[in-house]
């Protein structure tokens, strides 16, 4: 935690094992790296803007829990913020009323990711989120987790949507919109899709390839080159 207590508004619960953000206006210029063995929290009504090509990687489970009064907002106002990666041998995170706005992706040591929001191992829970206007391969990238994605948007991305790779979970009650490529990427993955609207894809609606199983129910798509390929 020493590199940690260099940030003033991290609060280190050592006992708990805890790093609290509470509710204010941040700018963070340099990378916050989270250890294993933790846990982040984020309190609604906290907003983080990553400059100059900060990250946030945790290693630990973040657990971001807005509401729809005070949500959260990470973004980047000089378009260079490198999102946020979770890489957590399986712990669970949850992302709640988060906005996450104008990110690009990792590129630093050594990694060149593909999302503005990636989780690896990382089981997560995703409810009432925005992605919106990340310049990235993916707005949103799941590697070899479970997940729930529901009442969520994602919009205005320069590739695809969400990306899931070797994944077990379910995408409801979600709009995608406006992707340069795919809005939902399926590789390897088990997954029911329902109650969701697709609209104005670069290229396929759903894609569900590389062995992926995939449900969809009472799900419309406009305007995709190819709604749905398997």
């Keep these: 935690t020493s590199d940690l207590s260099r940030i003033p508004y991290i609060e280190i619960n050592a006992l708990s094992k805890l790093l609290i953000i509470k509710k204010g206006d941040y700018v963070l210029s340099s990378d916050l ?3 294993k063995g933790w846990t982040l929290i984020l309190e609604k009504g906290c907003k983080i803007n990553l400059i100059n090509t900060a990250a946030i990687i945790s290693y630990s489970p973040i657990h971001a829990e807005g509401s729809s009064e005070e949500k959260i907002l990470i973004y980047s106002s000089d378009k260079s913020g490198q999102g946020v990666t979770v890489i957590n041998n399986y712990g669970e995170s949850l992302f709640q009323n988060v906005v996450f706005n104008h990110l690009t992706t990792l590129t630093k040591y050594g990694w060149r990711l593909t999302g503005a929001v990636t989780l690896y191992q990382s089981n997560v829970t995703i409810e009432s989120c925005t992605f919106k206007n990340n310049y990235c391969e993916d707005a949103i990238n799941l590697v070899q987790s479970n997940f729930t994605f529901s009442n969520s ?3 205005n991305t320069f590739s695809d949507g969400l990306d899931s790779d070797f ?3 379910t995408i409801s009650g979600s709009i995608f919109k406006n992707t340069g ?11 029911e899709i329902n109650h969701c609207a697709i609209e104005n894809s670069g290229d396929k609606g759903v894609s569900g390839g590389k062995n ?6 009472n799900t419309k798509i406009n305007r995709a080159k190819i709604a749905i390929a398997s």
Excluded: A, F, Q, R
């Design 181 to 191: 490529n795919d809005c939902i990427d399926l590789s390897g993955s088990t997954i």
């Design 153 to 155: 948007t994602v919009e």
């Design 33 to 35: 790296i989270v250890p």
């Design 167 to 169: 994944c077990n979970g």
């Design 212 to 217: 992926s199983i995939v449900k969809i129910e």
